[in-house]
């Protein structure tokens, strides 16, 4: 599979991290390296998560409630950490996701206002 | 920290485990296992980035990094214990400076009275003629209390002299006797120790004469007897009954000027209803206002008040009566607050100087410290972590500072009480509290932060490559700027505090020299409680032939003495119209012949007083010059008449009359050896009897003659006791405490800003030879000559020195006029001062520069060479 050329790729905008991991957390409980891959593969590997960097995020995620973490076996019966979305973590998503469809649409109407006009 | 441990390790296990799958991932694509593991690991990222990260969400991160550094920050101050010892004590004396003004301002200025509801206590100050602060008549004093409707209590108070007797002990005791109305009391005390306080109910006319006696007086005098309610002691002729013992700590704060003193020891009720709008005005009135009430308000009803007795009584209305409410605190500290303040600004500006003296020792440090920083830098530690551990390090140097600044500013507030500044005295007790340690925490962690701030954000602003390239050398010398910078911020501040204290300096030396219109070397002075006219008479004559005593007379108010109430009155010449009359006040003194020879005044004209002079004859006066110069100029006074206040009928009986200018004496100081008040009037004791000290000339050591004097006092009159032996030079050195302490503390403030400075300008110069050993050497080897060298030096280092200095002066001629009310003699903004304070500053700066000059002088090439 060819990646996209790096140029291509995009940094992640401050916070946009923690939905993502969310809406990849919506699917069922994964662990680090399993959000990490999906997140690039659902993009297209477009969306370059810098591993490090997810760490941190699942850590936050977890201190404020939205997530929670368990020791479990993996595919391959090694034991591993998987991250689970709580109830609130649920609730928190739905607010995430209309926020950023606002914010997406709200940019899009300044980028792209032509477009926008033959759409409606 | 188990479960901190466990997180940690679950945190690593988590990446490690990531960093596996990665690589296998990577295998499976067809990479080489070495290579598959290498593309995992980059693509990764920092790993320890990421595990810090994380553990900062987890909430004790913050704590655990403080730990680390604070304990990192001490192993660094301990590695360098010569720049730790230095930063600690310059701290410590800027901060212990201001522990103990703090101490000194938050005891006067902030703490509220000890009174009940003492936010409310008003002092009620008469406005007669021309004196803003007199006393009130009993008369006036009652009108107050019945037409007043915001204050809900209200009491007047005088303090005179008078001896007791105990029970136990027959020796009679001279005390302070205040008269009191039956408010007073209870406004400045909630129960008494013993027994009741007044109640108006006291007040009736044939009510048996009562007391109320002091804490200390019942421990002296009674042996602290828990029956003395109902006793009687002896107050003079008379024998009262005890109703009650005030509290341990019970004292009157009253202004300075009041001449009410802290603890009287005898609380008698003043006599029934005073009838007489004339009569004599003295008594100091304080007023608790009803809750709710506000100055201002009480304000505008007072001055109603005064207008309508301006209108009813035709004297009030001649001498323009006025009332002026003053909260009591407020005009308590009236007189200090001015000092205080200019001392705390000073201690602020020391501070200031402190932190960057401190700041100058850190910027050079971390120059040296870059390695370490580069290598931390490398090792990702963020630009805010640097910052926060270097700040992190100054706030513990601030901290460690403040608590060896607790142990001076401990020394400071002995030294300062062992001055005895009068004013501050009486103002309660000064001394290391909870509010001072917390006044020191709160000014170490800021001092801390503030002197830290800079070289901080200098450490973290630096670009690694180059910092490993050099080793450091061009970042070191990249300070230099900045150190420069402060050197100037630092001279510029000293400047400033070494011109105001030249300023003070200056003050207190006129002070010594002016002439307080006497001679005060070799005069004693005493007070005998009680005797009349014919004892004094034959006291003076038996003092006189005393061996070594020269001359004796005796006055009502020695000069310069504010313990006894001050007698002032109106005056006015014959022919004056009545619309001038009791417009102008005068300082009178009753005086036994011989007075003015005594304390070495000067009589300009006329003659001095002779035991003929007495009420039979022809009333007589003496005036002072500058009573004659106001009240007819270009004339000869003699012989001319004046109207004034006197009581041949007795003490403090009294009556207008006429009497005849026989002298012109020079003005004495009275009040202040700065100031001159009033003019003054001298009557002959037996036209104004009332109670004298007594004056000695003598050529013998004073520690001979209070025996020899109690001797002839008590051969005269057994009942008479002789109290209060003062040197009047010791009145005089009184008088000259504040400017003396003033000056004093600025003096030392100021010695430690140039410390500081010196230190600082020092420190920059040698650091900067040290950095350019090698250029020199080269210059040297190119031909240069040592004195070239010394040159140079000198004038890199003199340069933030004198722009230190012009930016002082603008500073200077900016704060100066704040002292403007201390000064005597000079001006703010004193050319010769300023000029002074540049010259001086400049050569302590040259000698700073100097020794590493020298040093650079001494490079020897080759070495030089080689070190570079």
Redesign the interface.
């Known amino acids: 599979m060819p990646a996209p050329d790096r140029k291509q790729r995009l940094e992640l905008l401050q916070g946009t991290l923690d939905l993502l991991i969310l809406r990849t957390l919506l699917l069922g409980p994964a662990?680090?390296?399993a959000i990490?891959?999906a997140i690039a593969f659902r993009s297209d590997d477009v969306l370059q998560v810098?591993?490090?960097?997810l760490?941190?995020a699942?850590?936050?995620l977890i201190?404020r409630g939205w997530i929670s973490a368990e020791e479990g076996p993996s595919e391959n019966n090694r034991r591993?950490?998987f991250y689970r979305l709580t109830g609130r973590g649920r609730r928190q998503l739905a607010v995430e996701t209309g926020k950023w469809d606002r914010l997406a649409a709200a940019i899009a109407r300044i980028v792209r206002p032509a477009e926008q006009e033959g759409k409606s | 920290m188990s479960r901190r441990k466990r997180m940690m390790e679950?945190?690593d296990?988590?990446?490690r485990?990531?960093i596996e799958?990665?690589t296998r991932?990577n295998i499976d694509r067809g990479m080489a296992p070495e290579d598959a593991r290498f593309a995992a690991l980059r693509?990764?990222?920092?790993?320890m980035?990421?595990?810090e990260?994380?553990r900062?969400?987890?909430?004790f991160l913050w704590l655990e990094q403080f730990v680390q550094d604070v304990r990192y920050g001490l192993r660094m101050l301990g590695k360098s214990p010569g720049f730790a010892a230095i930063a600690i004590l310059t701290l410590a004396l800027g901060i212990g400076a201001n522990t103990a003004i703090f101490s000194v301002v938050h005891a006067i200025l902030l703490k509220p009275l000890p009174y009940p509801a003492s936010s409310r206590l008003a002092i009620v100050w008469s406005g007669v003629g021309d004196a803003d602060r007199a006393p009130s008549s009993g008369f006036a004093f009652e009108q107050i209390r019945e037409r007043s409707r915001l204050f809900e209590q209200i009491g007047g108070i005088w303090v005179t002299n008078a001896a007791v007797t105990g029970a136990d002990d027959p020796q009679p005791e001279p005390v302070k006797l205040a008269e009191v109305t039956s408010g007073l009391l209870s406004l400045f005390c909630d129960r008494p120790a013993l027994g009741r306080l007044f109640v108006p109910q006291d007040v009736a006319p044939n009510a048996p004469v009562a007391v109320i006696v002091s804490n200390g007086l019942w421990r002296r005098k009674f042996g602290s007897d828990p029956r003395i309610v109902g006793k009687t002691l002896r107050l003079g002729p008379i024998a009262p009954t005890i109703l009650g013992v005030l509290p341990e700590d019970f004292r009157l704060i009253f202004p300075g000027d009041s001449s009410i003193p802290e603890s009287p020891d005898v609380y008698v009720l003043l006599p029934g209803r005073f009838t007489n709008p004339e009569g004599p005005e003295f008594l100091r009135v304080v007023g608790r206002l009803r809750p709710g009430a506000t100055f201002a308000e009480a304000q505008s009803e007072a001055a109603a008040i005064a207008r309508q007795l301006r209108t009813a009584i035709k004297g009030y209305g001649d001498q323009n009566y006025r009332l002026s409410v003053i909260p009591l605190h407020d005009d308590d500290v009236h007189g200090v607050r001015g000092v205080l303040t200019i001392l705390l600004g000073g201690v602020g500006l020391v501070l200031l100087v402190a932190c960057v003296n401190v700041a100058n020792l850190l910027l050079a440090r971390a120059g040296s410290r870059h390695g370490e920083t580069a290598v931390r830098s490398a090792l990702g530690a963020s630009r805010l972590r640097i910052i926060r551990q270097f700040l992190t390090e100054s706030i513990v140097l601030g901290l460690l500072g403040g608590a060896a600044a607790l142990v001076l500013a401990w020394a400071t507030l002995k030294v300062i009480l062992l001055l005895r500044p009068e004013p501050l005295l009486h103002l309660g007790a000064i001394r290391l509290d909870a509010a001072a340690f917390e006044f020191t925490f709160a000014i170490a962690l800021l001092t801390g932060f503030i002197f830290g701030l800079f070289p901080a954000l200098a450490a973290a602003r630096f670009d690694l490559a180059t910092a490993f390239r050099t080793g450091g050398r061009n970042l070191a010398s990249g300070h230099r700027r900045s150190r420069m910078a402060l050197v100037l911020v630092e001279v510029s501040l000293s400047f400033a505090l070494l011109a105001g204290t030249g300023l003070l300096v200056r003050t207190f030396l006129r002070v010594l020299r002016v002439d307080p219109g006497f001679q005060p070397a070799n005069v004693l002075s005493f007070t005998p409680l009680g005797g009349n006219y014919r004892f004094l008479h034959q006291l003076q004559q038996s003092l006189g032939s005393l061996p070594g005593v020269q001359s004796v007379s005796a006055v009502s108010h020695l000069p310069l003495d504010e313990s006894v109430a001050n007698w002032y009155d109106y005056y006015w010449p014959e022919g004056a119209p009545p619309d001038q009359q009791s417009t102008v006040m005068a300082d009178f003194r009753s005086v036994l012949p011989g007075y003015f020879k005594v304390i070495g005044a000067s009589l300009i004209e006329g003659r001095d007083f002779t035991d003929a002079d007495d009420p039979a004859h022809q009333h007589v006066a003496i005036v002072d010059d500058d009573l004659a110069r106001l009240v007819w100029p270009g004339q000869n006074p003699l012989g001319k008449k004046l109207n004034i206040s006197d009581s041949p009928a007795g003490p403090y009986q009294f009556q207008r009359d006429w009497v005849a200018v026989v002298g012109v004496v020079r003005h004495v100081q009275c009040h202040s050896l700065t100031r001159a008040v009033r003019p003054q009037v001298y009557v002959p004791f037996p036209l104004a009897p009332r109670p004298v000290s007594f004056v000695l000339r003598a050529s013998v050591p004073f520690s001979t003659l209070p025996g020899s004097i109690r001797q002839q006092v008590s051969r005269l009159n057994g009942t008479v006791a002789a109290t209060k032996f003062i040197p009047l030079s010791d009145l005089v050195a009184q008088a000259r405490s504040q400017s003396r302490f003033v000056a004093f503390l600025s003096a030392s403030l100021a010695a430690i800003a140039l410390f500081m400075t010196s230190i600082g300008i020092y420190g920059v110069v040698s650091c900067l030879v040290t950095l350019r050993t090698g250029e020199i050497g080269l210059r040297m080897a190119l031909g240069a000559i040592p004195a070239d060298v010394r040159r140079m030096v000198l004038r890199n280092g003199m340069a933030p020195v004198v722009f230190g200095c012009l930016v002082g002066i603008a500073l200077s001629v900016a704060l100066t006029p704040l002292l403007a009310a201390l000064l005597f003699g000079v001006r703010p903004n004193d050319l010769a001062t300023l000029a002074a304070t540049a010259l001086f500053l400049s050569g302590v700066g040259l000698l700073a520069c100097y020794i590493p000059a020298r040093r650079a002088m001494r490079v020897d090439p080759m070495v030089a060479l080689r070190y570079q």
């Open positions: 662990h680090g390296h990490a891959k810098e591993e490090g960097s760490y941190p699942l850590h936050r201190r591993a950490k | 679950d945190l296990r988590d990446i485990d990531h799958r990665e991932d693509k990764f990222g920092n790993v980035r990421a595990k990260d994380a900062a969400t987890w909430g």
